[in-house]
């Protein structure tokens, strides 16, 4: 197994220990409730999951828009050395 892969495992064992632990109900306040009973399990596994599909959102790779279709025009852009000069830089050296 690849390291990434055993450290995703080990930490969702330790995730899913944490939460076993913490079962206990507690009182929350709300926005517009006054006291509510949630327990702990569901309020840090929500957490969590919010976390983890908020670090895959502002990580995941970008997208790039491309194209197949023949009725565009497929333009490649000039390669050019990072040692080359231009005429304008060569006259302005001069």
Do not use: Q
């Not at 995703?8 to 306040?29: G, K, Q, R, S």
């Amino acid at each position: 197994m690849r390291t990434k892969t055993i450290f995703i495992v080990i930490f969702t064992m330790l995730i899913t220990i944490f939460l076993m632990m913490n079962t206990d109900a507690v009182d929350f306040n709300l926005l517009f409730v006054d006291e509510v009973k949630i327990s702990k399990l569901l309020v840090i596994g929500v957490c969590t999951f919010i976390g983890f599909i908020l670090g895959y959102w502002a990580g995941r790779p970008k997208t790039t828009v491309s194209t197949y279709d023949d009725r565009f025009e497929h333009t490649e852009a000039p390669v050019v050395s990072k040692g080359a000069l231009s005429d304008e830089d060569r006259d302005y050296i001069s």
